[in-house]
């Protein structure tokens, strides 16, 4: 069978509508099956230069030539001029994702989306935190788990996208073991590992010396560590809690599976610092695969010909990988 993987570009005025194009120059065994306004995708493919035919999807998940998308057609109100977002095209992103993430449950497909633009968003009077809360709550409104990957580092996250003042708050016993016990079970489920050592970071400096700094690991990361211990017994090894200052040296990341970061900013720097361009979002908890580049929409270089797609593959390659075999290596 070909996979089907379905492709969600983006914010138009940015980067996502070449890196699909781009991505496009090769031919896959998978259905490559973009969701999108396909004359954004002629107009874009033509101003740089790039040949692309676009195909109906007819729900048949059928190899992709080069230089060719299956497409299911969305229409964007309003034109764009490169690196110019227009609010009037919000509703018009989230159609998007709503009809891709509704084939993918349809299909058991797996769904790979682009970058957007938060603000722009925000602007049409659309709340909006990101695609992860979006797409899960769509879902049915599971919590789900963001985590990133750059070859075997992977990253989780107890909060996801929120002001710093309020992770704090954010961070309770019952979330952070919703968050543990997610991140178990997908990394031996979906990642294959057998026994996952998973390192948890503190929330304050020195994990609170003591509760010298902030006694939110005293109060709730500890806790919820004892917890979530006894229920994995010898499935799972959890470390912790850990200085976020120390958690990424090569000793410590050589003794662990995933690192399970308090914050967006507290795990992601590191990561991004170790792949990026290569790196990979992954969304777990969900009933489908989503997977995303590790990058911003790049308003500043869209229309000049130049943005990388290595992540774009990386992350269509991981959707691939887990449609497929339901699973990755170790390693």
Sequence with gaps: MNPLILHTPGEPAGIGPELLIKLAAQPSAACRVAVADGALLERTAKHLGLSLTLRRFDGVAQATPANTLWHLPQTMPQPVTFGLPSPDNAAYLLACLRCAADQARVSQAAMVTG?????????????????????????????????????????????????????????????????????????????????????????????????????????????????????????????????????????????????????????????????????????????????????GTALDIAGKGTADVGSLRAAENMAITLATQGKLTHG
């Design 115 to 295: 970058p957007l633009n938060k603000a722009v968003i925000n602007q049409a009077g659309i709340a909006f935190t990101g695609h992860t809360e979006f797409i899960a709550a769509h879902c049915g409104g599971m919590t789900p788990v963001m985590m990133l990957t750059a070859g075997t580092l992977r990253v989780a996250l107890a909060t996801t996208h929120m002001p710093l003042r309020a992770v704090a708050d954010a961070i309770t016993p019952e979330s952070l073991a919703h968050v543990m016990q997610v991140l178990e079970h997908e990394l031996r489920e979906r990642f294959g590992i057998h026994k996952p050592r998973i390192q948890v970071c503190g929330l304050n400096p020195h994990a609170g010396e003591g509760g010298h700094l902030g006694d939110e690991e005293q109060r709730v990361i500890e806790p919820a560590l004892t917890q979530q211990r006894a229920r994995s017994g010898e499935a799972a090894q959890w470390l912790g809690p850990v200085p976020a200052d120390t958690a990424f040296t090569r000793e410590r990341l050589a003794q662990c599976d995933a690192v399970l970061a308090m914050y967006h900013d507290q795990g992601l720097p590191t990561l991004k610092h170790a792949g990026f361009g290569q790196a990979v979002n992954v969304t777990l908890g969900l009933p489908i695969i989503r997977t995303s580049v590790d990058h």
